[in-house]
């Protein structure tokens, strides 16, 4: 919520700001509420294995990549 406040967020593209919603639906629920230095690269993998066997491998990679961009921003 404290991103979608700033100005950056305001300055993304439509597409890109349902791309994060569509992610965070599968983050949330793992990663909502730990702190993101506490995530580790086997926490990521079986996030991104859950949603490709669920959804697809495409989609997978799409939840990863916001994944990434969150962290640059929480970082």
Same mark, same amino acid.
């Given at each position: 919520?404290?991103?979608?406040?700033?100005? *950056?967020?305001?300055?993304? #593209? @439509? &597409? +890109?700001?349902?791309?994060?919603?569509? =992610?965070?639906?599968?983050? %949330?629920? *793992?990663?909502?509420?730990? #702190? @993101? &230095? +506490?995530?580790?690269?086997?926490?990521? =993998?079986?996030?991104?294995? %859950?949603?490709?066997?669920?959804?697809?491998?495409?989609?997978?990679?799409?939840?990863?990549?916001?994944?990434?961009?969150?962290?640059?921003?929480?970082?």
């Amino acid at each position: 919520e404290r991103y979608r406040r700033t100005t *950056v967020w305001a300055g993304k #593209a @439509p &597409r +890109t700001r349902e791309d994060w919603d569509r =992610a965070w639906c599968w983050i %949330a629920p *793992v990663f909502g509420d730990v #702190a @993101p &230095r +506490t995530v580790s690269l086997e926490h990521v =993998a079986g996030l991104r294995a %859950a949603v490709a066997a669920k959804v697809s491998p495409r989609e997978a990679h799409r939840v990863v990549k916001i994944w990434r961009a969150l962290w640059r921003v929480i970082a």
